[in-house]
Each structure stands twice: as C-alpha cells, then as structure tokens.
C-alpha cells in the first residue's frame, strides 16, 4: 500500500461549491478504487493525505495535477505504508483558517508530518463528534420510551 500527501493552491474562495464537488466525486469513486484519505481545506489551500494501491495512487495523482480547481500541486511525502491511516473513510473533509494550521506547526521542520498529524487530529475530532451526537440520540429516545 501507498500514500502520498500533496499541498495545492485553491483556485476558488472557500464555502465555494467546487469544495462540495470534490468530495462528492472523492465519496463516490474512492471506495470503487480503493482509495482512503483526508482533504483539509484553508483561505489559501489544499492539504490532502491519499492512500492506496500503487496503481490507484498514480491515477489520481495524474488526475489532481490536471484538475483546474486548484493550481501549483506539490507532492509534499510519499512512500509505502504497511496499514492505511484512515481505514474506513471515503475522504474525511474539514476546513480552518491557515493560522490554525500553523498554530500545529506547519513551518517545522518536516511539514509533512506535521500536516498529517494535524489531518488525523480533524479525523477524531470528527469521530468524537458523531459518537456524542449519536449518543445524544440515543438518550434523547430513551427518554421518550
């Protein structure tokens, strides 16, 4: 298995409706191809981890630099992983001001990890949310019973 995480430069403001078009193309074609990541999204950027089969991974990396939605693609890492990072997800999504990227360390030294630990801290975030929203639903009905 493989991954690679790019950066690119956002062609359109955020809240834009390509955001949405990405990740309904992202959520209907990743699990036919077996593809898994997180898509993070600033003022400025995109940040997104992808994993997957090697063949898969060079398809849509041909795909990506070749999308008019965003400008100045650059693989920032790549290279084989033994488990992938988001099992189970489609593509992940969030959104933040490019301060709280760097409020994560984003200048370090090695930016790489420093965005993916920053997109896997948005990934359990998410999940603590939907657990807690499930929860209170959960409670909510009981209560009505």
Not at 73 to 91: H, N, T
Request: proline share 3%; net charge positive.
């Amino acid at each position: 298995m493989k991954f690679f995480l790019y950066c690119s430069r956002c062609v359109f403001p955020q809240f834009n409706i390509n955001d949405l078009d990405i990740m309904r193309s992202a959520l209907s074609n990743n699990p036919v191809y077996g593809v898994t990541g997180f898509l993070h999204r600033n003022s400025t950027h995109y940040f997104q981890y992808v994993e997957g089969r090697r063949e898969r991974l060079g398809n849509l990396e041909t795909n990506l630099r070749g999308d008019k939605r965003h400008s100045d693609f650059r693989i920032v890492a790549s290279g084989d992983i033994l488990y992938p990072q988001f099992a189970g997800w489609s593509m992940g999504y969030s959104q933040s001001s490019m301060e709280a990227i760097e409020a994560n360390g984003i200048t370090a030294n090695d930016p790489a990890k420093v965005i993916l630990a920053f997109l896997l801290n948005e990934a359990d975030r998410q999940i603590s949310e939907t657990a807690r929203a499930v929860e209170n639903v959960q409670v909510t009905r009981s209560k009505r019973a």
